[in-house]
């Protein structure tokens, strides 16, 4: 039989949507990645690492989708201070302090610490000490955002985790204020190759979650934002009726545990909570990718991947450097159980053979 014209134009049609299919997934995957970073590290020492952590997740936001905010954040902090190396997570009350005891890390969840641990014990147990923990960090974040209704993308993997405690200065350093304009905030970025999309975009990560007053009560004390929508601004003060107010508030109003691109909406209607949130829509220069992003969330969506899989890549750790903590909130050297821990390790692996 010959083929019909209508047939062949199907034919067409149908390859051309494979294909098209096909190059999605590779065109992800042939996103720029570091040396030593790779789609498939743990396809033969842990193959299950991915599916642990996907599950496991789902479990913890059916009780409480707010952990999601936490550990998108979590990932952001890590990624900012000294790379994506897991040092936020390095525990510093031992031994001076870190990370965790500077400021803008004193309102990270205590729950995404121990969320992550508990990924760490359970994956350890399946595979021993392989995968780590900054890598499960930017699995968690990646599912916190598909979970909560965001885009699904691939991680790059084969983080080592750090030696170093990032100080409390690296981390006011590195970590922008929400007071802080859209100038001061792309100039910050800019130093991690992030350009204005990329920022507009990973702002974007304010879809969900909450901040706490302090965050934003300058901009409604001594004198009111003039950038800042009338009733939402009395809603606001209702919720943080001083200046000291300790509440906390949502930062997507419109839909607070969705991920979507309402955030840009709010924006355009002049109801960012924080000062870099609303100032990327009246700064010139990103205020068209914020409407472009208001009025198509696929776009939104297209840009957060390409920018979180950039963040998820500064400044790694790889190959031989670093460690695989055995404790995600303890360096291996300070780790006094490590020597049981191993032997639990290799016991949990020949188990398995
Ligand atoms: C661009 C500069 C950024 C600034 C100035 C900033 C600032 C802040 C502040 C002040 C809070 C609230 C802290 C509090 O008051 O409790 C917060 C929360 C949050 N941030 Fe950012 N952030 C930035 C970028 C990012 C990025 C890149 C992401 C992820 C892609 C992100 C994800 C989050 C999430 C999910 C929360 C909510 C956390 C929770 O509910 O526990 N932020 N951010
Ligand atoms: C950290 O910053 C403080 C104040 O800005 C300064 O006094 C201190 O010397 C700095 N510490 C280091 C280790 O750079
Ligand atoms: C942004 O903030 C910086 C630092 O506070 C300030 O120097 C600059 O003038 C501000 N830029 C704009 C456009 O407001
Ligand atoms: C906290 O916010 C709620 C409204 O969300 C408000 O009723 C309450 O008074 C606030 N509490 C304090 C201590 O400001
Ligand atoms: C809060 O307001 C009081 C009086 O209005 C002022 O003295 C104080 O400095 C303010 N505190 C902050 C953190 O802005
Ligand atoms: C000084 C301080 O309160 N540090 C805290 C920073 O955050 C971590 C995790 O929430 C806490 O364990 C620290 O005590």
Known sequence: MAITAKSFTYLLISSLFLVSCFCAKEAQNTFPIVNGLSWSFYDYSCPKAESIIRKQLKKVFKNDIGQAAGLLRLHFHDCFVQGCDGSVLLDGSASGPSEQDAPP?????????EIIEDLRKRIHKECGRVVSCADIVAIAARDSVYLSGGPEYDVPLG????????????????????????????????????????VVALSGGHTIGIGHCGSFTGRLYPTQDPTMEKTFAEDLKGICPTNSSTNTTVLDIRSPNKFDNKYYVDLVNRQGLFTSDQDLYSYKKTRGIVTSFAEDEALFFEKFVVAMIKMSQLSVLTGNQGEIR????????????????VEEDLETKSELR
């Open 105 to 113: 890390n004193l309102t990270l969840r205590e729950k995404a610490f």
């Open 326 to 341: 055995a404790d995600c909130s303890v360096r291996n050297s300070d780790n006094s159980y490590l020597a049981s821990e």
């Open 159 to 198: 983080r080592r985790d750090g030696l170093n405690f990032a100080t409390q200065n690296a981390t006011l350093a590195n970590l922008p204020p929400p007071t802080a304009n859209a100038s001061t905030i792309l100039r910050s970025l800019a130093a991690k190759n992030l350009d204005a999309t990329d």
